[in-house]
């Protein structure tokens, strides 16, 4: 027996080419040009959005009060030296609170428990 061996041949790929004029491609000058232009826009809406945000949260504090005229008067409040010694107090206290917790924590005996099972005694 004679085996013999069938050859197939692959098709043949054919690839075109073709020259890009000056009008079917980007011109050097023209995207980059573009890229810029819309590099500089986001960087304006950007700094835009950022002044809007700004402005916006002067109002929402403005509305958390009750409005302006309540917030120009809580303005003055914080800006007083009573508000601020008040302040000042306050958070002087709860630092020698924590302070003091923490001090007493460590100057504690340190105490052992028993975990034996106790026996219980009937009568």
């Known amino acids: 027996m004679a085996f013999t061996k069938k050859v197939t041949k692959a098709p043949?790929?054919?690839v075109e080419t073709k020259k890009l004029s000056a009008k079917d491609s980007c011109g050097m000058g023209c995207c980059n040009k573009i890229k810029h232009c819309l590099v500089f826009i986001l960087i304006a809406?950007?700094?835009l959005m950022l002044i809007w945000v700004l402005w916006n949260q002067t109002k929402l504090e403005a509305d958390r009060?009750?409005?302006?005229d309540n917030y120009k008067m809580v303005q003055q409040i914080y800006k007083s030296d009573t508000f601020k010694d008040a302040q000042k107090q306050q958070i002087e206290q709860a630092l020698q609170m924590y302070q003091g917790g923490i001090q007493d924590a460590q100057q504690l005996p340190t105490t052992t428990t028993d975990t034996t099972n106790p026996t219980i005694v009937t009568q």
């Open 12 to 14: 043949a790929v054919m």
């Open 45 to 47: 809406l950007n700094t």
């Open 65 to 68: 009060v009750g409005g302006r």
